[in-house]
């Protein structure tokens, strides 16, 4: 994104004031306003050029010559849809304009890019009956839970929309006609959102044997009741840096044991450790899958993630993990989920 502010007159200007304008900024736009500061339209240096070849004069003014209808978004639009909507209409450049029509900034292609957005797709695993959130999930699916007022799946469409992943598939089973009513195709929240549908519990990976597309780039898998704020762009460049078929996020945890562990050889006693402090990594349910891996999994019976990399390894297929350094929490649990909720939207994946 870029400052629009020094690219900004009003639409009384004239043709030199514009030239004057590209010798100070590196946009190559002016952006004009009313008076009352509202977009009014713009011109690119291309476009002045053309009318002094034509032989426009310097003091002249510009405003019968203005562009009024070139294309603009909202505040509201990410990054990503915005440089998807560059590559499309074959521009370099949009104004972001607020709600009143003021100018908040000017996209570049350049700036956008530079971001590292991903283009990549997502899957959610959204079938699951919530049998930890018993009794919230009795007559809704957990990703329909909410925290501060956003159902889960609501804040991971947010999250995913935010670095660039626009297309996403949620695999559905257990009151999935509530999750297509709720998100439909995803507009309401500016992404593009298929299903498929479990008529089986088909595990934590069966359900991506029902993806019927043939896909190209590797894509994100996430459990709907995952809450965390790790840098997918950093996991995207691990997966490739090392060349890995199956990328898997884990989270270091803690585990306390109450009582003191005695170490045996036979009958004779190695070493006493009193209530000692364990660390493990557990698998923190958000994966980056090779599309070839998704042929290794068989269509339509349960098949879980453990399966799809225990089969991977015995492959001699190349396994990584990703630790994550930032928040985590797994609140398809009733004890997180509660934690999670006073915590609140900003403190939501804090570790306990």
């Known amino acids: 994104m870029t400052d629009a502010s020094h690219s900004i007159i009003g639409h009384d200007a004239t043709v030199r004031e514009c030239v004057q ?35 426009v004069e310097l003091d002249s003014a510009v405003r019968a010559h203005i562009n009024t209808k070139p294309i603009t978004v909202t505040s509201e639009f990410t990054g990503s849809e915005i440089l998807r909507l560059m590559t499309a209409r074959g521009v370099s450049h949009v104004p972001v304009l607020r709600a009143d029509g003021t100018v908040e900034r000017l996209a570049t292609q350049a700036a956008l890019l530079a971001e590292n957005l991903l283009r990549n797709r997502a899957v959610i695993m959204a079938g699951g009956e919530g049998l930890r ?6 007559d809704v699916p957990k990703a329909l839970v909410k925290i501060d007022g956003k159902p889960l799946l609501a804040i991971l469409l947010e999250r995913l929309r935010g670095v660039g992943i626009l297309d996403i598939t949620i695999c559905i089973r257990y009151r999935g006609d509530k999750i297509r009513a709720e998100f439909g195709d995803g507009s309401a929240w500016h992404v593009n959102i298929s299903y498929v549908e479990e008529e089986e519990p088909l595990g934590t990976c069966g ?30 460049k691990f997966h490739a840096f090392n060349r890995s078929d199956l990328t898997v996020a884990v989270k270091d945890q803690d585990f306390q044991v109450p009582f003191g562990i005695v170490e045996v050889d036979h009958e004779r006693v190695v070493r ?10 557990v698998n923190a349910g958000l994966y980056l899958l090779n599309p070839e891996t998704k042929k290794t999994i068989p269509f339509g019976r349960r098949y879980d993630m453990t399966d799809l990399i225990a089969d991977l390894l015995a492959n001699g297929s190349n396994v990584c993990s990703f630790p994550i350094r930032t928040a985590w ?11 999670a909720r006073r915590r609140g939207l900003d403190r939501q994946g804090e570790d306990r």
């Open 207 to 236: 359900g991506l044997s029902l993806i019927r597309d043939e896909w190209t780039e590797p894509f994100f898998v996430l459990n709907c009741d995952v809450l965390t704020d790790v840098d997918l762009v950093n996991m995207y």
């Open 272 to 281: 006493l450790s009193e209530k000692p402090k364990l660390k493990f990594y």
């Open 21 to 55: 304008r590209f010798a100070q900024t590196r946009a190559g736009v002016v952006i004009f306003v009313d008076q009352g500061g509202r977009f009014f339209g713009l011109l690119t240096a291309g476009d002045v050029f053309r009318l002094l070849a034509r032989g």
């Open 329 to 339: 929490l797994d609140v398809g649990d009733i004890g997180n989920l509660r934690l």
């Open 133 to 138: 959130l018993r009794p919230l999930t009795n």
